[in-house]
């Protein structure tokens, strides 16, 4: 059913992308009804009168039968219907469908019998004025069906078209945040390192040149490859290293295998800095982070411990933990909406981050 929804979506959308001019576009809509709805009585009735009756039969038919339609649809529904006058509506809509019925007795019976099928002949003897008003009010209600439903599809493709523009505006106002904020936040570190005249200092300008280029570039896509991310994360981990002297237990690991899995750029990269950020402290003798990858076809997995201190246990919470923290909990909402699932944990000492996406 959900298949089914979206291929009449792709439809509706296409067709109103392709053809703009909306008179055009009517036009073809109700020229594609009546031939659908129309074929229904010549179907029923070439085979035992022949083609050329069949279809004066069917131009009757529609000769007495639009004018009720486009009555109904276009004055009663909208003068009467929409404005809760119903007892207005149902006299004049039960007036048409007679009137209808009594036009098309009178067409058919005035056609010449000369030549005509005796099937058809009796056919049209045994009629009465009222023999078709059924016929009217299925087509009254299967006309009105139709536009509303119509309408119904074109108003829902609009809204979703509008709220998939505002996410993505949001969306990119968030990655906006996340460049400057990372950028921030590692020439600080540098800055750290050119004060002490560190050797490490040449070193950390390269790999934040690397960490820039995919940052300013390949991070502007909508997606990424899986294992370009994962070099991302990776280079910011070595660039903690290097800050720290390797005093500290930082371990990176990927487990699983990375082929050709695509991502949402950043992901990963807020939660990272905010462990580095609380997790390795000079106050520390002990502090660590770890984090830890696991890839498969269609999923990854990211866990993420670090140690913090005494006096942040009660402040490192989800909340609260920054700019970085809150953006990455809105883009996931935005870019995976029930096909992640994130838990942070403040228990111990250790502050830890477990996110898993769906990546199909």
Known sequence: MLIFERMIDRIIEKFYTELPNKKVQSVILHSLFWTVWLTRSFYDTYGIWGVQ???????????????????????????????????????????S?????????????????????????????????YYDILEGMIALILTYALKYTLIAFITQNELLKLQK???????????????????????NNLYSLTLKNSEKASEMILKLSDIMRYVLYQANEEKV??????????????????????????SFKVEGEVEE???????????VENAFKHGIDKRFSDGFVHIRFYINKNSVSFTLEN????????????????????NIIKRLLILYPNR?????????????????????
């Open 53 to 95: 009756w069949s279809i004066a039969y069917v131009l009757i038919v529609f000769i007495s039968q639009a004018p009720l339609v486009y009555i109904h649809l276009y004055l009663y529904v909208p003068k009467l219907l929409n404005r809760k006058k119903y007892f207005l509506y149902f006299l004049m809509t039960g007036l």
């Open 97 to 129: 469908i007679y009137g209808y019925s009594l036009l098309n007795y009178q067409l058919l019976t005035t056609i010449p019998r000369e030549n005509m099928p005796e099937r058809m002949t009796r056919f049209i003897g045994n009629m009465t004025p």
């Open 165 to 187: 523009e505002k996410l993505q505006l949001e969306l990119n106002a968030l990655k906006a945040q996340i460049h400057p904020h990372f950028l921030f936040n590692t020439l």
């Open 225 to 250: 490859l899986l294992n370009k991310e994962l070099e991302f994360i990776s280079s910011y981990t070595e660039l903690q290293r290097i800050r720290y002297h390797n005093r500290y237990n930082i």
């Open 261 to 271: 899995q695509m991502i949402a750029p950043l992901l990963f990269i807020d939660f």
């Open 307 to 326: 140690s913090i201190g005494n006096d942040e246990q009660s402040d490192v919470k989800q909340s609260d933990a920054g700019i970085g923290l809150n």
């Open 340 to 360: 992640h699932q994130l838990d942070i944990i403040n228990k111990n000492e250790i502050f830890t981050v477990k996110l898993q996406i769906e990546l199909t």
